[in-house]
């Protein structure tokens, strides 16, 4: 059973004990106090460590972001691969030793007689991992010979140390006795040995993630394994909470017996789920003995304590005690065999009768061979083992109690009850209502209309800002955005680099990301800095860009004064470089004009290459364009809207070496304004680059239009595809309208058409991926609008990033038709007027939940939001009972539309005269605070 040992410590001044003392200790390593003086060298315990971590908050402040989040990590690691480049040791004299014969088992001489570095004329930087030595060119003079895993443990311990630094500083200033002072609690969990490694280190993650980083606590964690089956994960943590420009006031919370409970149970949840991901059948209980229905005494006692005592010559009084305990219970359970199916039970989902043996004997200090045959007996023919139909992977039947077949049962039959009485998935919000349920798509259009209304309030204030003349005199110096932006300008492929990675090709005027060949940013021009994500459908300028790599936000418009504050910061900027107010208008003037040249050149430059494009252009049929067709199931070419471009070296295009298929993008009027270039071999392959689509001319905002078969189809739906093989695929299926659109982004600027309807059909991209929320962004804005819409999704897995072009390979065009009939009406859901908090209460109420308690006090607009989600569900045929116990509240609630109150005393009496109604329904109770008990 795997071991429930969740135990808190403290780490106080009062003891003598030091933060950075038991961070050096549990990193392995040697840190430095602020004073100069150094800790121990732990870095003979550096086998132990198999992982160290800092998590933070996800609404951490920048400054702490900066002092020990990721971008810190990485600069540590940095100045650690260069202290090795330089030949400086930078782990213990232990560490060093193991390294060197790391490097010598492999046969390889890489240093010099020490083993600490290269020659200094040796350009390569020397890795040593997992046995294997890796030599990459970087430009260095030199490099020591220090592994990945080591350095970046490394880089880990110097942010702890910064951090504990930091915290016994603040304790030293900010304490009343300094000397009293309670640095950090610290609570050790004994994992899973079951788990893998890469398994336990989620599970610490996502319970620290819960349990503490949720509620704003820094978390220092390490896992220690020895190798002796005990792994277990050491967490630090802050007494003081991260304020907005420094630490905080103490967190008293851990310190409560409440709070302890409830991370326990945390960790018993999140452990226990983790085995089950696992496929493992041991559970852990957080439980005492005595609530798990185990009649047996602990027999736990600190073995490494005892061993210490004893070679001291001191009686390790608590290993004794448990050895008479021990006996005890042996006693009890020679008498009562039977009882292992209990003890058993409580640490496995299910087990074989050869496991109630081995716990037995273990239990009895015998062997399974050696166990009497009266015991074994009569535990396995116990009346309380229940057959399963499962069996193990050996063939073996798996059992559970009778009293856990019992619970199970009775789960079932609670289950089935719930079932029965739940309303239907489309007449609630799920959780994902794109991807879920059969009936209507619930889209709430609130935080469109809020999106759209803050940015005319700020469109009018900048207009009114324009008209006031500048203050001359007495006015405080300002950021100017003017001289940010252009500083930004300057450094744009800087700040590329670190949001994005390495670009394909440096010296292009566009550049695309090698992680992700859908980002793209202008390098030249006045567009210099306009970024796009074509996956995700995201984009912005610089500033946007500084929001998201200097503060963890989407937008600069999330938080403009400090995206404006951090990212002149970076640039060097200050206020004192702010030019004249007139000068700034005069820049802006010059600006408009400059971009609207620049824009009309490159209009000009985007419809002469699309020009030459159609001029070099051939119809498909009989080319190795109609061949790649075929190969993707489309046999169907429509007359218009698609062309073979041959090899044509020296055209303006990206690989102009390489044939294409070209499928045009063309406005309302049949005029092509650009479109998108599928690059294949001369034989009708696709070609395997870098950027298998790339696009020419306009297409944002211009999708590629594939007319009916027919009149009687024309007059049919307009099917609105996710990329060309996609409608294509929809087109030949159905012989609808149907429009490409080229990547995610395409949805939003799509001139969707009014008074028609349109059945939109994405590629299953999972749905928090950036895709999937850009997708439900672009539904949610055209449904404001008043457009008419259905969702066909491929029936293909979620998050396979499939299509219909996927389906009609595997089923044919049958399948595809079917998805496309199946697409399922999108609704707006809410009122617009709700505020976030009362939309966030709806949201909550009319969840999926059997029950859910929504507080608010006077003047928050409950009264609204009840109306709200009373609307919603009356409108999808449920009906909304009402009650509270006064009758001043009852009244209040009878003025809802929709809604039949009474007081609480009333409804008692009508449900237990059996007057309760036959169809779905849902009860909202007001004053819920002034419920007893009982009448819960």
Not at 21 to 47: F, I, V
Not at 138 to 156: F, H, N, Q
Not at 180 to 193: F, N, S, V, Y
Not at 216 to 243: E, Y
Request: proline content about 6%.
């Amino acid at each position: 059973m795997p071991s429930p040992y969740h135990q808190f410590s403290s780490i106080s001044k009062s003891t003598g004990a030091s933060a950075v003392r038991r961070a050096a200790y549990r990193h392995a390593t040697r840190m430095t106090h602020e004073t100069g003086e150094p800790t121990k060298d732990y870095s003979a315990k550096a086998g132990e460590l198999k992982h160290s971590e800092i998590m933070l908050p996800g609404n951490a402040p920048t400054w702490a972001v900066h002092a020990y989040g990721e971008a810190a990590f990485q600069a540590a690691l940095k100045e650690i691969l260069a202290e090795a480049a330089q030949g400086r040791i930078v782990v213990g004299t232990d560490e060093t030793e193991s390294l060197r014969e790391r490097v010598a088992a492999d046969g390889t001489v890489l240093g010099d007689a020490m083993g600490n570095r290269l020659a200094p004329t040796a350009d390569v930087w020397i890795t040593v991992s997992g046995g294997g030595v890796e030599a990459t060119a970087r430009g260095a003079t030199g490099a020591g010979l220090l592994p990945m895993d080591v350095a970046e443990r490394l880089a880990s311990a110097r942010l702890s140390e910064r951090l504990w630094n930091d915290i016994e500083r603040v304790e030293a200033e900010q304490n009343r006795i300094p000397r009293l002072a309670m640095l950090a609690r610290e609570l050790t969990i004994a994992l899973p040995k079951a788990l893998s490694r890469e398994a336990q280190i989620d599970l610490v993650r996502g319970y620290v993630r819960e349990a503490y980083t949720s509620r704003g606590t820094v978390v220092d964690w390490v896992l220690h394994d020895t190798g002796d089956g005990n792994p277990h994960a050491h967490l630090m943590l802050p007494t003081r909470l991260l304020d907005v420009d420094a630490w905080g006031g103490k967190d008293r919370r851990l310190t409560r017996g409440k709070a302890v409970t409830e991370v326990r149970r945390i960790w018993e949840r999140h452990a226990n789920l983790m085995l089950e991901r696992e496929g493992l059948l041991e559970r852990i209980d957080m439980r005492s003995l005595r609530d798990q229905g185990i009649r047996l005494e602990p027999e736990n006692y600190n073995a490494r304590i005892a061993e210490h005592a004893e070679k001291a010559g001191v009686t390790a009084k608590e290993k004794l005690r448990c050895e008479e305990v021990r006996k005890r219970n042996q006693a009890w359970l020679r008498e009562n065999p039977e009882h292992i199916l209990t003890v058993v039970q409580a640490r496995q989902a299910s087990f074989t009768k050869r496991d109630l043996l081995a716990a037995l004997a273990d239990r009895l200090d015998e062997t399974p061979e050696t166990l009497p045959a009266e015991l074994a007996a009569m535990v396995t023919g116990s009346a309380d083992l229940v057959p399963m139909a499962a069996k193990t992977a050996q063939g073996e039947r798996l059992f559970v109690t009778r009293a856990k077949a019992e619970q199970g049962m009775r789960v079932q039959a609670d289950a089935a009850s719930l079932v029965a009485a739940r309303m239907a998935p489309e007449l609630v919000s799920v959780g994902d209502a794109f991807e879920t349920g059969a009936g209507p798509i619930l889209v709430d259009v609130g935080p469109v209309v809020a999106a759209r209304e803050e940015e005319a309030r700020a469109a009018a204030a900048r207009e009114r800002r324009e008209r006031q003349p500048a203050p001359t005199r007495g006015r405080r110096p300002q950021i100017s955005v003017d001289a940010v932006r252009a500083a930004l300008q300057s450094r744009a492929d800087e700040l590329f680099r670190d949001a994005f990675g390495q670009p394909v090709r440096p010296g292009a005027a566009e550049w695309r990301a090698k992680a992700n060949e859908g980002i793209a940013m202008q390098m030249r021009g006045e567009k210099r800095g306009l970024w796009r994500d074509h996956t995700a459908g995201e984009g912005g300028d610089l500033l946007d860009l500084a929001a998201r790599v200097l503060c963890g936000l989407d937008s600069a418009k999330s938080d403009f004064p400090r995206v404006l504050r951090e990212a002149a910061g970076w640039a060097g900027i200050s206020p004192s470089d702010a030019p004249h107010p007139d000068r700034i208008a005069e820049i802006r003037k010059e600006r408009e004009r400059a971009a609207a040249t620049e824009g009309a050149r490159d209009a000009e430059r985007r419809a002469a290459l699309v020009a030459e494009i159609a001029a070099r252009a051939v119809p498909v049929a009989g080319t190795p364009a109609a061949i790649y067709l075929a190969g993707r199931g489309l046999t169907a070419i429509p007359k218009e809207g698609l062309a073979y471009l041959p090899p044509s070296p020296g055209l303006g295009v990206r690989s102009p070496e390489a044939a294409s298929l070209v499928v045009w993008a063309r406005d309302g009027s049949g005029t092509v304004r650009g479109g998108q270039r599928i690059l294949i071999d001369t034989d009708g392959t696709p070609l395997d680059t870098d950027v298998r689509k790339p696009a020419f001319g306009a297409i944002s905002g211009v999708p590629a239009r594939f007319p009916a078969r027919d009149e009687a189809l024309a007059k049919g739906p307009l099917v609105i595809a996710e990329g060309p093989e996609s409608a294509l695929s929809a087109w030949e299926a159905t012989g609808l309208e149907t429009w490409a659109v080229f990547g995610v982004s395409g949805f939003a600027a799509a001139p969707m058409p009014e008074g028609r309807e349109i059945i939109l059909a994405p590629d299953r991209d999972a749905p928090e991926s950036p895709a999937g929320r850009a997708f439900r962004q672009a539904v949610a804005e055209h449904l404001e609008r008043g457009r008419n819409l259905r969702v066909a999704m491929a029936p293909e897995p979620s998050g396979s990033k499939s299509d219909l072009n996927d389906t009609l390979q595997r089923a044919g065009p049958e399948a595809v038709r079917e998805a496309v009939e199946a697409a399922r009406p999108v609704r707006a859901w809410l009122p617009t007027g709700l505020n976030a908090g009362q939309r966030e209460a709806a949201e909550a109420v009319l969840g999926a939940d059997r029950l859910t308690l929504v507080k608010g006090h006077a003047g928050t607009g409950k009264t609204a939001t009840l109306r709200a989600v009373a609307s919603a569900w009356h409108a999808r045929g449920v009906e909304v009972l009402a009650g509270a116990p006064s009758g001043k509240a009852t009244q209040e609630l009878a003025q809802i539309e929709g809604v039949r109150a009474a007081t609480l005393s009333a409804w008692e009496s009508r449900w237990e005269r059996g007057e309760v109604p036959n169809g779905p329904f849902v009860f909202l109770m007001d004053e819920a605070g002034m419920v007893g008990v009982e009448q819960w």
